[in-house]
């Protein structure tokens, strides 16, 4: 079993920016990828970026130019900058971790995000 833990998160202004960092318990060699969603009130959980062992990345259009995602592969983290921050960016933001089998997954408890004047 895999524990993922989040820290970063917070009340932040418009415009205004913040870092998440997720750490995985203990290291796994079978990752495809890992990455962040998020659920805002109301809403289904959504992609926000993923990030493969090789740092590929992949963004969802709403954050692209403002989030980027990296990994530190020798500390099983990975990170999401998020800077520009809008009030619809408000969210519980999710870490995820992908097995190359595609269809294992492991989430994070989650952490909130408000951006809010």
């Known amino acids: 079993q895999v524990q993922l833990v989040e820290s970063g998160g917070g009340l932040v202004q418009p415009g205004g920016s913040l870092r998440l960092s997720c750490a995985a318990s203990?290291?796994?060699?079978?990752?495809?990828?890992m990455g962040w969603y998020r659920q805002a009130p109301g809403k289904e959980r959504e992609l926000v970026a993923t990030i493969t062992k090789s740092s590929s990345t992949n963004y969802a259009d709403s954050v692209k130019g403002r989030f980027t995602i990296s990994r530190d592969n020798a500390k099983n983290t990975v990170y999401l900058e998020m800077k520009s921050l809008k009030p619809e960016d408000t969210a519980v933001y999710y870490c995820?971790?992908?097995?190359?089998?595609?269809?294992?997954?492991?989430w994070g408890q989650g952490t909130q995000v408000t951006v809010s004047s």
């Open positions: 995820n971790l992908r097995l190359i089998d595609l269809v294992t997954d492991y």
């Open positions: 203990r290291s796994i060699f079978n990752i495809y990828t």
